[in-house]
C-alpha cells in the first residue's frame, strides 16, 4: 500500500481495502508531489479508524524526519493544508481490531 503520488490536478488516496475494513499491522506511506509554487490541501471524505491505536501521520515535507502537520485517530478528521508543494502520509495499525478507514481527496 502507499506510493508516489504526484499530480497537477488533485486524487484521492484511500487506506488498504477501503471501504472494507482495512488489515492489523498496516504501514502504509504516500509522498504527495503538486507543482512547484501549489500547496497540498487534504479533506476527508471519509475518517474511520481505531481511537488511539491505529494513525494517519501527516507530515509538511517529503519524509517522516519532515515537520509533523497533524496525528489523526478515530472518526473526526480536520481538513490539513500543506506550506509547500510536497507532504508525506504514514498510515498504521495495530495488531488488535480494525475498522473501515479512509478516503481523502487532495
Known sequence: CGGLL???SGGIVTSPNYPSHYGNNEVCD???TV???SRIQLTFDSFN???DHDFLNI???ASACASPLRRLTGSHPVNITSTSNVMFLRFTS???LTAQGF???Y
Open 49 to 51: 479508524v481505531q481511537y
Open 103 to 105: 478516503q481523502l481527496s
Open 94 to 96: 495495530d495488531e488488535i
Open 35 to 37: 507543482p512547484v509554487g
Open 30 to 32: 504516500w509522498l504527495i
Open 59 to 61: 507530515y509538511d515535507g
Open 6 to 8: 504526484k499530480s497537477s
